[in-house]
C-alpha cells in the first residue's frame, strides 16, 4: 500500500523561510517522479515543483528563483526548501506520486498519490 506523509509546514513572515519534506512507502521510489502541488482556499489545486528518478525539476514560473526540490533516493524523501515566501504562497501544500512521463506538465491528474497535505502560512 502506498503511503505518502508530509512534514514541516507552519506559520512564517513574509520574506521567511520554510523546509517541506514528504516521504512515501510502499513503492519503488526510483521508478517514479515527485512533485508538490498548493491549494489556497476557494482556489484550484496548481503545481509547484516536481522531480523525477534522474533529478531533472520542473517549477512553476512563480516559484521559480524561490523555491528548490530536492530527493534522497535512499530515504524515498523530497524536500522542498521556500524562501522568500510571500503572503500569495500560503495554502495547503500537497506531495505526490507520479508514474506517468508526463510528470513535467505539474498537472494534478498525471499524479496518482497524495498526502493529506500541509499548511503554510505566510503572514504579510
Known amino acids: 500500500q502506498v503511503q505518502v506523509v508530509e512534514f514541516g509546514g507552519g506559520l512564517v513572515q513574509a520574506g521567511g523561510s520554510l523546509r517541506l519534506s514528504c516521504t512515501a512507502s510502499?513503492?519503488?521510489?526510483?521508478?517514479?517522479?515527485m512533485g508538490w502541488f498548493r491549494q489556497a482556499p476557494g482556489k484550484e489545486r496548481e503545481g509547484v515543483a516536481a522531480?523525477?528518478?534522474?533529478?531533472?525539476?520542473r517549477y512553476a514560473d512563480s516559484v521559480k528563483g524561490r523555491f528548490t526540490m530536492s530527493q534522497d533516493n535512499a530515504k524515498n524523501t523530497v524536500y522542498l526548501q521556500m524562501k522568500s515566501l510571500k503572503p500569495d504562497d500560503t495554502a495547503m501544500y500537497y506531495c505526490?506520486?507520479?508514474?506517468?512521463?508526463?510528470?513535467?506538465?505539474?498537472?494534478?491528474?498525471?499524479?496518482?498519490?497524495w498526502g493529506q497535505g500541509t499548511q503554510v502560512t505566510v503572514s504579510s
Open positions: 510502499g513503492l519503488t521510489f526510483a521508478t517514479y517522479a
Open positions: 522531480i523525477d528518478m534522474d533529478g531533472n525539476t
Open positions: 505526490a506520486v507520479s508514474h506517468n512521463s508526463e510528470w513535467w506538465l505539474l498537472s494534478p491528474n498525471v499524479f496518482g498519490y
